[in-house]
């Protein structure tokens, strides 16, 4: 082998090791980041007070899927933490493809009903809103998670 061959096998070789060390950071920044989400606070979503106010939950609170219309219908019971996502290990499994495989935490809190993203691609909206943090959502509020619409209820 030549000397101008290994010298360019050596700067690939640190190049490819660059590259490792800086996936290694970004996916360590990615899950600090995610239990930073986890251990903030909840906040109320917008308007949710005044709908609490008018509706009375009767008996446990529980999701209702309203979109798209051949899975309209299916109910899942929220009993202290549902996750949801494409992975067949969570609680709610949904076929979608903008869904990511551990996409969203639906938990009862002391503050009532707790929604919270946990890294999705394509994001969580409760009530049109992108869900960045912890909120905390009532009866009537729609999560909406890739095509996928929930109410709560």
Known sequence: MTEALLTLLRWCLLGLLYLFFFRV???TWAGSRATALVAAPPRTARGSKKRRAERAP??????VVLEPPSEAGREYM??????IGRAASCHVTLDDTYISQ???????SEQGIVVEDLGS????????QRVTSPV????GDRLQLGGIV???R
């Open 25 to 27: 950071l970004q996916a």
């Open 58 to 63: 009767s008996g446990p609170p529980k999701l």
């Open 78 to 83: 929220v009993n202290g933490e549902l996750t």
């Open 102 to 108: 551990l996409h969203a935490r639906v938990s009862t």
């Open 121 to 128: 691609t394509n994001g969580t909206y409760l009530n049109r």
């Open 136 to 139: 905390v959502a009532s009866s």
């Open 150 to 152: 929930m109410e709560l």
